[in-house]
């Protein structure tokens, strides 16, 4: 019955439900369109199940099928949050974090046809969804005409199918543009490490620009065209994004800090340095950096095999950052950072990966360490000039380090490419890095006979030790103010009762006073107390009356800017 009263006859009836259950069903398929579409919007196909053809006809992929063939593996192996990582999709909205004036400008981008990018990947033991979410991110990020082919090199992984599962996948997920962009893939039946097959890649690829891309990265929006701007202003030009830290154990992604620039330090490791803007320079601009995070790196190909690549006598993992940084700079090139492009990268606590033996030689190294110190000592050999000296007072066990070349290859080019001498760099490039050096009177191990100053990092208790332990304490007499510094900015001091300590560097010059030294030849006179460090008995450490011969004490630095007096 009708609101009027009226009571509808059967068919008319029959026929109002009928229309009234058609448009419920209208309403309920578009919602099931509205919703789908929203999903897919908000995952950019995340979870949208992709084909692809082979000969049984078409068999579909998903994604999550992808990721579960992952060897099983605590987080602590990949050192980062595995399972957000599976649960996260292929790829995440990103926060926009680049400033306000890099979006509100046009690019001025070089004509496709001659700016053609090859993207070198090489891993090992990368989680699936880890390596997957990079991959997709690039794809889905990277404007179709300038990307010309993908590389990925897989360096010996435990996961041996990963590569041949990634290929299936991405045959469907690029079926629309298969024939646009070049894929290659190559696994390297036993570790080759990270410098060797990124040196691998770039011999395959036949891009203008080759761009070196870590494995476990997220390109944000708009992240090509800000670096191939600036290319294209000099082709002897290497550039790095603005890499924005991704936390390894909440895969949170944050902003990363455009008043940082790359730099090292005399034991050629890679340090931050803050950025002096200049007048009427932007934060957002282009700037000049003397060296790279080694994750992410474009350049002209050509340019890169000129300079003979990362340098192939460096294993596994380690200083190849550095050392093609100091060959740009004083071979012609120079290296940018741009904060305009934007790169989310993790960067892990720790190495996830192992480094096998280098030698049989019984030097208290781990593997790792010695890794590290057998890439440094070629580049200290190899570019460093008169200023190796300064590498080996800091690391004196690298002198024992056998190599297994000479440095022809190197001079050669240096003579070829009319390289400049380390110096100009110091005075041109990274003035920071002569400035601690001008700053020191002394540096390096201080030995005691056979044995060296040393202080434990557990407790800072001082002892003397072997000189050729790894850990071996690394000390600084600094020029103006007189103080023995540690690394960790700890100084020697004189306190009550004669007590020799170990304290925070002072900044006041009551402190300061009770941390002066002077060198008396070969002695350690305390200024204050006029007495000098001693090692009369074995392990035992005091001040005493200053003698002129006495063998215990003399504490001989590695390296003396300063004649002693």
Known sequence: MFASGKICRPRRCLFYIIVFLICQLILVLQFIVYKRNNDITASKFSSQPLHHSNDSGIHFLDWREFISHTPPRSEDYYQYNLHLSDTLGVIRNLPSTRHYGCMTRPFKLPPPLASKVSVVISFHNEARSMLLRTVVSLLRRTPEEYLHELILVDDGSQDVTLLDDLMRWMDGFLAARRDRL???????????????????GASLASGNYVLFLDSHCEVNEEWLEPLLERLALDPHLAVSPLLDPIDPTTLSYRKGNEMLKGGFDWSLHFHWLKRQLAIKELPEMAYKSPAFAGGVLMMSRDWFLMLGSFNSYLKIWGGESIELAIKLWLCGGQIEIVPCSRIGHIFRRRHA??????????????????????????????WLDEYKNMFYALRPVARRIPLDHTYDEMQKLRRERQCHPFEWYLRHVNPELRLHFDELSATGTLRNEDRCLHARQKNSQLILASCYLSDITQWSMLRSSGQLSTQRELCLGVGLRMRITLQPCGRNETTRKSQRWLRLGTHLLHAETHLCLDNPLKDRLEMSTCRSHAVSQSFQFALEMEAQT
């Open 182 to 200: 070049g894929l290659i893939f190559r696994r390297n039946q036993k570790r080759m490490g990270l410098i060797s097959s990124r040196n691998r």
């Open 353 to 382: 990966f192992d480094f096998p033996p280098q030698s049989d030689q019984d030097q208290q190294l781990s593997p790792a360490q010695e890794t590290y110190l057998h890439n440094s000592k070629i580049i200290a050999e190899s």
